[in-house]
């Protein structure tokens, strides 16, 4: 019976008889429970109305009036039946402590029968307490202790608080309000500054970059215009030095005519500027600048003047109107200038004299003095109005 045998492991059944004696020891403590909770609430244990009747009992039997004590309990159980038991308890307890008082006394005495016939009326009346919602007070239970009234809290200005309160939050939330807003201006005038020191500097880089590349154009532009001199210096040089192996030439007379290289033309005017209406002196200078004495053809037919403005637009020319004539050679001797000067009339010209000729406008021009082919350096003449 111990060890249960089935087709199941024995642990199976050794659960299932832990579970139903589990079971069966939680119904028997709620049953335990229910009843002691029926046996408290229902009926009240009175010890101080159990104390007479053990009294009685150890005592004689009672004649006279002490005899009826139990019938007069009775009766007043009787008469409280229909109302509550506890007042019948109540009564037979003020009964026996009339009996159990007048003990001691004479049974013969009247007084002491008047009294005892009396007590278990009037005491029974006189003392039964009444039930309350909680149930009856057992007689030997010690008195409920006193309560003391607590005085209402002090009256408070709420409408005083109230506002206060409302004021202070106001005023919180008005200085938040400040904190926050001077914040935002500071951090908007924080981003402004950045974002100004960003344009700046973008703009100061942009402008480094476009000064770089002004800086590196001009170099290329120097180094192109070096160059060109460079060239030009070379050709004069491999000219000149073409030239100097040359075999001299001679004219029909037997001079030595000058090498284009030996010869320096110049333009030159009478004055730097002019008033609009005058009549410029414009001059040609020819220079030997070699070593030896040649003979330099100056007629006036190779002799020619040019004026343009500072754009490069033709002006006027001596060779439009009033070509040079005549034939002329001049010896130049080492280090020698012979100057040429004509009289320009200030107005314009076109080729073959073409158009009419009217005065120039006030500017300046460079006028260019050419012989046989070859451009002299050039001079500025200044018109004012």
Known sequence: MMHPVGPLPSRVYWIRRAIA???AVI???LLAWFVVSKATGGE??????????VAQSSSGPLTGVLASAPAASSAADSSAAGGSGAVSSA?????????????PSSANSKP???SAASTPGSTGAATTPKPTSGGVKPAGSAPAPERTATPPPATVDTKAEQAAAAKTAAEQAAKDKAAKDKAAKQQAAKDKAEQAAKQEAAKQEAAKQEAAKKAEAEKKAADKAAAAKAAAEKKAAAEKAAAAKAAPTTDAQGRLICQPSAVKLTTTSGAPSYQVGDKPILGLVVTNTSDTACAQDTSGAKQVFTASTKGGQRVWSTNDCFP???????????????????????????PGCAGERVEVKPGKYVVTAQLAGRNAEPVTVTFNS
């Open 21 to 23: 004696i589990g079971a």
């Open 44 to 53: 009240p244990t009175n010890t101080g109305a159990q104390t007479p009747a």
């Open 112 to 114: 002491a029968k008047d």
């Open 324 to 350: 040079g004539t005549g034939t002329e050679t001049r010896m130049l001797q080492p280090g020698e200038s012979v100057p040429f000067n004509i009289k320009w009339a200030g107005t314009t010209s076109q």
């Open 27 to 29: 119904v028997l403590v």
């Open 91 to 103: 009564g037979a307890s003020g009964a026996t402590s009339g009996a159990q008082s007048s003990a």
